[in-house]
T-cell receptor
Framework: DTGVSQNPRHKITKRGQNVTFRCDPI?????LYWYRQTLGQGPEFLTY????????KSRLLSDRFSAERPKGSFSTLEIQRTEQGDSAMYLC?????????????FGPGTRLTVT | SQQGEEDPQALSIQEGENATMNCSYK?????LQWYRQNSGRGLVHLIL?????REKHSGRLRVTLDTSKKSSSLLITASRAADTASYFC????????????FGTGTRLLVSP
């Protein structure tokens, strides 16, 4: 399967702990996006990379959140000092990144539960 | 915050019937996309319609776009139990950077 993969699929952590999620995009895609989805809502944009450059961050992304995409390949999303409000599904998507290729391909997500 | 609102929030139909769901959005867009989400396969792209298009078809899907009313509709014809899922519209505002702004979704249940 050459789709977008995310690890882990589920993460349970105690409040105050740090967590890190990984996303492996489709190999030829140079754009990578992170979204967050809470129960009963649509996904909300968090941040976007073109190759290794992080080009936009949502105001939802507080200073406890950091994302990287070293060498423009996989990406990691780290949440420090987790809070119960961080409990959500974290989705990664990738796209080709040239004009006309607007479809985004989503991974299965990482479900985070903060207790 | 969500840009789009979808209507209805939930829809229950029988196999073979058509399902129509609507999406309204607030700002000007470059394109509007529809995605399906179920527990088995995550979010899957269904169809994209550009701001200069009014209607588009893909298999059993028909999408319309009315930019003057800032609204779109998704019609699924001859529905199947496998169409049971949540459906989201998502808008992209800026050419070149395609951040998607999702609606709140319509939960579709298709009964055999």
């Amino acid at each position: 399967d050459t789709g977008v993969s995310q690890n882990p699929r589920h993460k349970i952590t105690k409040r105050g702990q740090n967590v890190t999620f990984r996303c492996d995009p489709i190999s030829e895609h140079n754009r990578l996006y992170w979204y967050r989805q809470t129960l009963g809502q649509g996904p909300e944009f968090l941040t976007y990379f073109q190759n290794e450059a992080q080009l936009e961050k949502s105001r939802l992304l507080s200073d406890r959140f950091s994302a990287e995409r070293p060498k423009g390949s996989f990406s990691t999303l780290e949440i420090q000092r987790t809070e119960q409000g961080d409990s959500a599904m974290y989705l990664c998507a990738s796209s080709l990144g040239f004009a006309g290729s607007y479809e985004q391909y989503f991974g299965p997500g990482t479900r985070l539960t903060v207790t | 915050s969500q840009q789009g609102e979808e209507d209805p929030q939930a829809l229950s139909i029988q196999e073979g019937e058509n399902a129509t769901m609507n999406c309204s959005y607030k700002t000007s867009i470059n394109n509007l996309q529809w995605y399906r989400q179920n527990s088995g396969r995550g979010l899957v792209h269904l169809i994209l319609i550009r701001s200069n298009e009014r209607e588009k078809h893909s298999g059993r899907l028909r999408v319309t776009l009315d930019t003057s009313k800032k609204s779109s509709s998704l019609l699924i014809t001859a529905s199947r139990a496998a169409d049971t899922a949540s459906y989201f519209c998502a808008t992209a505002r800026v050419v070149g950077f395609q951040k998607l702004v999702f609606g709140t979704g319509t939960r579709l249940l298709v009964s055999p």
